[in-house]
């Protein structure tokens, strides 16, 4: 096959140009810090980088559905230890209230701060996190003007409009925790609104035995709520240890990441010294063929 003096040329420019892209390539990733500037650049790596993208972005929701959720039973916990700090005074009332020294008027005033302590825990179990109540089950909000999740009538008596249901976060892939307490289950159905209720009548009935009654239910009452307690306990690590493995998960991604688009700087920038030198090299032997005549064959 003959090369002419112009296919030669041509052979030449296209040569150069390569190497002139090449040293750009490689400038451009020093200066970005990443392998690719578009797809073509690394399509194999490109795929890669964006599954471990897909992973972080989802690890980084379970760490704020995590964060959450930590909040929302730190805030629990809190309100129900109020709750309890509120039955154990109420205990101490019910004793000195079963004393043989106090009469009615001592029973009455001591029955005014019991329906205080009832009206603390109601307003207790109407606890919110922003705009969510926390013992209400999943009806944490949209309730009518007017109501809340416990609501007391005029004569002390309590009910529940929450549901029972668990309110779940997702916290890892196929992994979901609850982070909640109902209100039926944890306040209703340990018996502290009656207990409250009974207490109260029977100081103003002076009745020193019925008074007696209720500190026993009291007591039963306090016991329910440090379980509930308990159970937020365990809530709570379940959390603190979903999200030291999110976090983990995060930094591992990271780096994988950071392995497969980062670019190598030391290795970068020799080989861009290595693509300057070549391109130097071919530039001057494209000079000298391209300054050739015809008198350079005779």
């Excluded at 020294?101 to 922003?130: F, Q, Y």
Aim: hydrophobic residues 35%.
């Amino acid at each position: 096959m003959r090369v002419t003096m112009n296919s030669l040329y041509d052979q030449i420019n296209t040569d150069l140009s390569r190497l002139v892209e090449q040293q750009a390539r490689t400038n451009a990733s020093i200066a970005s810090g990443k392998i690719y500037r578009r797809p073509s650049d690394a399509p194999v790596e490109l795929t890669h980088a964006l599954g471990f993208r897909s992973n972080l972005s989802d690890t980084k929701q379970y760490e704020r559905n995590i964060a959450f959720g930590q909040g929302w039973v730190e805030i629990t916990e809190t309100t129900m230890r109020q709750i309890q700090d509120r039955l154990i005074r109420a205990k101490e009332l019910a004793v000195q209230g079963a004393n043989d020294t106090l009469n009615a008027s001592d029973r009455k005033a001591i029955a005014d701060e019991v329906h205080m302590i009832l009206e603390e825990v109601v307003s207790l179990g109407n606890t919110s996190m922003g705009d969510r109540y926390i013992l209400a089950g999943t009806r944490t909000k949209g309730y009518p003007p007017g109501e809340r999740p416990f609501m007391m009538d005029r004569q002390g008596r309590v009910s529940y409009h929450g549901n029972t249901e668990d309110f779940n976060i997702d916290i890892g892939t196929g992994l979901r925790q609850k982070i909640n307490l109902d209100g039926q289950s944890a306040l209703m159905r340990s018996g502290l609104f009656d207990a409250l209720d009974l207490l109260e009548d029977s100081l103003n009935a002076n009745s020193q035995h019925s008074i007696e009654s209720s500190l026993k239910r009291i007591d039963s009452s306090i016991a329910h709520i440090s379980e509930q307690i308990s159970m937020l306990g365990a809530m709570g690590n379940t959390l603190d240890n979903k999200k030291d493995i999110a976090s983990s998960l995060t930094l591992t991604n990271r780096e994988r990441l950071s392995d497969i688009e980062d670019t190598d700087i030391l290795k970068a920038i020799s080989d861009l010294k290595t693509q300057e030198t070549g391109y130097q090299a071919a530039l001057a032997s494209a000079s000298k063929v391209m300054n050739m005549s015809l008198v350079d064959f005779i």
